[in-house]
DNA sequence: CAGCATCCCAACAGATACTG
DNA sequence: CAGTATCTGTTGGGATGCTG
């Protein structure tokens, strides 16, 4: 998929949300709210530790998800939701809603 | 990705309507109703028909849009949102303020 | 602990040409 | 009109191994 070509607005939130680890990833930030990478590696059943550098840095970069780094040893690196990170909870909301509801309807 | 890990209920939502078209078109045949395949094609900007056909047929194995065929000459096809598909409403337009809200953020 | 580098494959998407 | 077939290129994601 083209990044660059945003086609309605709603498709923006899919280019900021796609992929298999990002919701999966801010669900577990917006419960826990700050996370160590570790223990966010544990919690996102399945991810790998390449993948979950890779979504954190495009989340952080698009301004969803902080990170703070404390000079220790051996060295630790918090995570968690920035304020518009949050703004996302009631679409996300809403389409757990939707996606209950649809499996519901599979039985 | 694999299609079958869903991870979380929300995932699911993605699962379905992913992908650079789906949204899209769901916006289209949300706003006309009744629409014909080569007025689909003409409505979301840039399409490809192979492309529209492959994600109706998606959309449509995934029960959230009806297809329904008249033995004309030419031959007239028409696409319209399932019950189902009428049920994702909310969720879009929650989509959709997020989106305008975070583009908003951007300038 | 918190990552980065490398290689690899499958799914996604586009262009073009053709058909009932 | 409403598609299908084929070829091709791009991207996402996984496995593995290494580093400050």
Not at 32 to 48: D, Q, Y
Not at 49 to 74: C, F, H, N, W
Not at 84 to 90: D, H, T
């Amino acid at each position: 998929m083209k990044k660059n070509e945003i086609i309605c607005p709603v498709e923006y939130s899919f280019q900021l949300l796609g992929g298999k680890w990002k919701l999966p990833i801010i669900n577990v930030l917006a419960k826990s709210g700050v996370i160590r990478f570790k223990e966010l590696e544990r919690t996102v059943v399945g991810i790998t530790p390449k993948m979950l550098t890779i979504q954190l840095r495009s989340l952080e970069a698009d301004g969803l998800v902080e990170r703070k780094i404390y000079a220790t040893v051996p060295p630790t690196v918090e995570y968690k939701l920035s304020t518009v990170g949050k703004s996302i909870k009631p679409m996300i909301e809403e389409m757990e809603k939707w996606g209950l509801y649809h499996q519901s309807l599979k039985g």
